[in-house]
């Protein structure tokens, strides 16, 4: 995994020109000023960071897309690319009339990649990311250590197709509501956070997750505030709309804040039924991970141990197409899941390591080995 990465990074790399050279590659993660920039990770149409692929020869986007699959499993890979795809339908549903201060505002050229550090280096980086995904990946001594956050998100979340439709995270969210099905009234009381959905996810875009972490909201997840006071009002009124829409007060956003221990329903307190239902779900979001990879997280939670310290919560309804948000939580995996804006055709998830975000427990281990 690490070597194919590297080498479709330093492909990439050589392909640039200084001006692109510049925007593309950082100082390696153990630099501060780079370290910095690397834990900075979006999930709206901001700026991410990088070299966006529009200012790329096809060439140079082929190469890039080259990395990304290289990060991730074959459905994964075509998870993200039909994420990106979205941003032309989005256009066509807003009317083509947001712009977000640049000439086009739903881009599919607007993809960041940033290299950290020296492809195939003892320590490096990269992170890949634009609207609705986030991807952010460590290689420590020819490891890839770190995948997450991992962010894909959909909007539109279902979209009709000719004899069809397209709902690139139907699956994880079908299958987190057959598994809430299944629970007993007791069960269910245990699992639900709150009456209604919040409207976005808990952690946010925060570097880290911590004890009493409470929603963020839409003025907090961008690169920046806006200079231009129609798109300053427009992400207000954004806010304002979701925030009507769950009804929810400061007391409501206490009630599902990330707490430790986990708030919802252990896995000790599931069958074996429904043990394997959570399982199943669990590899729904390790499964974008390369094959490898995937497989070790795998083996991870087969363990009994290791999957009766997750917890699985809900909020809001159990009826398909109404506004909805899960989480799946233990020590070392957060899980979150949210359809609610856009009347629940509008869908966030996200896969984080409270322990090994970013990797920053393998690049401390590194540093101090290295100071000795």
Same mark, same amino acid.
Request: glycine residues 8%.
């Given at each position: 995994?690490a ?9 990439w790399l050589g392909?640039?020109?200084?001006e ?8 390696s993660?153990?630099?501060a000023?780079a370290?910095?920039e690397r *834990?900075?990770?979006?999930y709206?149409?901001?700026n ?5 692929? %529009?200012?790329? =020869? +096809?060439? &140079?986007q082929?190469?890039?897309m080259?990395?990304v ?7 994964g890979?075509a998870t ?6 979205l941003e032309n339908v989005l256009?066509?549903?807003?009317g ?6 640049r000439?086009?505002?739903?881009d599919?050229?607007?993809y ?7 492809p195939?280096a ?13 991807l952010n990946?460590?290689i420590v001594?020819?490891?890839l250590v770190?995948?997450t956050?991992?962010?894909i998100g959909?909007?539109p979340?279902k979209?009709?197709?000719l004899g069809?439709? *397209? ?5 994880i969210?079908?299958q987190?509501?057959?598994?809430a %099905?299944?629970l =007993? +009234?007791p &069960? ?5 956070l709150?009456?209604?959905a919040?409207?976005?996810i808990v952690?946010g875009?925060?570097p ?7 929603m ?5 997840l961008?690169?920046?505030?806006f ?5 300053a009002?427009l992400?207000d ?7 009507a829409g769950s009804g929810y ?7 599902v804040a990330i707490?430790?221990p986990?708030?919802?329903?252990s896995?000790?307190?599931?069958d074996?039924?429904?043990r ?8 729904l979001?390790?499964?974008r991970?390369?094959?490898? *990879?995937a ?5 991870h939670?087969a363990?009994?141990?290791v ?9 809001g309804?159990l009826d398909?197409?109404e ?5 799946l939580h233990g020590?070392s995996?957060l ?5 609610t804006q856009?009347?629940a ?5 996200v ?6 975000d ?6 401390a281990?590194h540093?101090a080995?290295?100071?000795?």
């Amino acid at each position: 995994m690490a070597a194919a990465m590297a080498t479709a990074a330093a492909t990439w790399l050589g392909t640039l020109s200084q001006e692109q050279l510049l925007l593309a590659q950082y100082d390696s993660p153990l630099v501060a000023e780079a370290e910095a920039e690397r *834990l900075r990770w979006y999930y709206t149409p901001t700026n991410h960071g990088g070299l966006a692929i %529009r200012e790329q =020869s +096809a060439y &140079q986007q082929s190469l890039v897309m080259q990395l990304v699959a290289s990060g991730l499993s074959q459905a994964g890979y075509a998870t993200v690319a039909t994420v990106m795809g979205l941003e032309n339908v989005l256009d066509q549903v807003e009317g083509w009339r947001i712009d977000w201060g640049r000439e086009r505002g739903r881009d599919p050229g607007l993809y960041w990649l940033r290299i950290f550090g020296r492809p195939g280096a003892p320590v490096w980086a990269w992170r890949f990311g634009g609207h609705h995904i986030s991807l952010n990946n460590l290689i420590v001594a020819d490891q890839l250590v770190s995948t997450t956050p991992s962010f894909i998100g959909a909007d539109p979340a279902k979209s009709a197709l000719l004899g069809g439709s *397209l709902d690139p995270l139907g699956g994880i969210e079908d299958q987190a509501r057959q598994l809430a %099905r299944t629970l =007993s +009234a007791p &069960q269910l009381r245990q699992a639900l956070l709150h009456p209604s959905a919040v409207s976005d996810i808990v952690s946010g875009n925060r570097p880290r997750v911590r004890q009493g972490d409470t929603m963020m909201h839409m003025q907090d997840l961008w690169r920046g505030s806006f200079t231009d006071p129609a798109l300053a009002r427009l992400v207000d009124d954004i806010d304002r709309r979701a925030e009507a829409g769950s009804g929810y007060t400061e007391d409501d956003h206490a009630r599902v804040a990330i707490t430790v221990p986990p708030r919802g329903i252990s896995a000790r307190d599931l069958d074996e039924e429904q043990r394997h239902g959570l399982r199943r779900l669990l590899a729904l979001y390790t499964g974008r991970a390369p094959q490898d *990879l995937a497989k070790e997280h795998g083996a991870h939670y087969a363990s009994d141990s290791v999957l009766d310290e997750v917890h699985f919560s809900w909020a809001g309804s159990l009826d398909p197409g109404e506004p909805h948000y899960y989480r799946l939580h233990g020590p070392s995996v957060l899980i979150e899941y949210d359809n609610t804006q856009r009347r629940a055709n509008h869908a966030h998830s996200v896969w984080r390591d409270p322990v090994s975000d970013f990797g920053l427990d393998v690049l401390a281990e590194h540093r101090a080995r290295a100071a000795h």
